[in-house]
T-cell receptor, first 111, second 115 residues
Framework: KNQVEQSPQSLIILEGKNCTLQCNYTVSPFSNLRWYKQDTGRGPVSLTIMTFSENTKSNGRYTATLDADTKQSSLHITASQLSDSASYICVPHTGFQKLVFGTGTRLLVSP | GAVVSQHPSWVICKSGTSVKIECRSLDFQATTMFWYRQFPKQSLMLMATSNEGSKATYEQGVEKDKFLINHASLTLSTLTVTSAHPEDSSFYIC???????????FGPGTRLTVT
């Protein structure tokens, strides 16, 4: 069964600090992994997409890593801002049409 | 990135009535669209896959007669919640798949409240 586990479930950090979110998955076959940011009451917005051959990808202050062998990914946020407060969702993709969503990590950046 | 819109952004309806939600891909033609439902503090749950010109494919446990999906054009899919009940109150999100990039783009969501 395809599963995704994210940790921590929730996190509070001070503005300006860094943080790292974790994702473990058992999706098979594996095509690519996406990280989405979902603001409260909004649809998800893609942050990064990585194929199995990519180890790291950055998008501004967001850096995602991928270890396809251990089926782990992380999302590192640098110099957090208040606007980073959102849910961050890890989505490993099988290459077929369906996306398997993790429960997400709820991040609160406090002033 | 590509833009997907939803209308309305929020709706309140009385129990027993039907509500239609529209999903549009604004700058690409989407042969496939997806409908998700999200309850508070939970992950997105796929309800159905909508293919242009054919019947939607529903996920297990989703009542196709209650959640009617129509994908009449390459840029529009609609979800109609029929005979809505308070337990149907949720956040409904669509996504559209760009056939060129194979990327899925999500709409902003529709908040449905059934009173």
């Amino acid at each position: 069964k395809n599963q995704v586990e994210q940790s921590p479930q929730s996190l509070i950090i001070l503005e300006g600090k860094n943080c790292t979110l974790q994702c473990n998955y058992t999706v098979s076959p594996f095509s690519n992994l996406r990280w989405y940011k979902q603001d409260t009451g909004r649809g998800p917005v893609s942050l990064t997409i990585m194929t199995f051959s990519e180890n790291t990808k950055s998008n501004g202050r967001y850096t995602a890593t991928l270890d396809a062998d251990t089926k782990q990914s992380s999302l590192h946020i640098t110099a957090s801002q208040l606007s980073d407060s959102a849910s961050y969702i890890c989505v490993p993709h099988t290459g077929f049409q369906k996306l398997v969503f993790g429960t997400g990590t709820r991040l609160l950046v406090s002033p | 990135g590509a833009v997907v819109s939803q209308h309305p952004s929020w709706v309140i309806c009385k129990s027993g009535t039907s509500v239609k939600i529209e999903c549009r891909s604004l700058d690409f033609q989407a042969t496939t669209m997806f409908w998700y439902r999200q309850f508070p503090k939970q992950s997105l749950m796929l309800m159905a896959t909508s293919n242009e010109g054919s019947k939607a494919t529903y996920e297990q446990g989703v009542e196709k007669d209650k959640f009617l999906i129509n994908h009449a054009s390459l840029t529009l899919s609609t979800l109609t919640v029929t005979s809505a009940h308070p337990e149907d109150s949720s956040f409904y999100i669509c996504s559209a798949r760009d056939p060129g990039s194979h990327e899925q783009y999500f709409g902003p969501g529709t908040r449905l409240t059934v009173t």
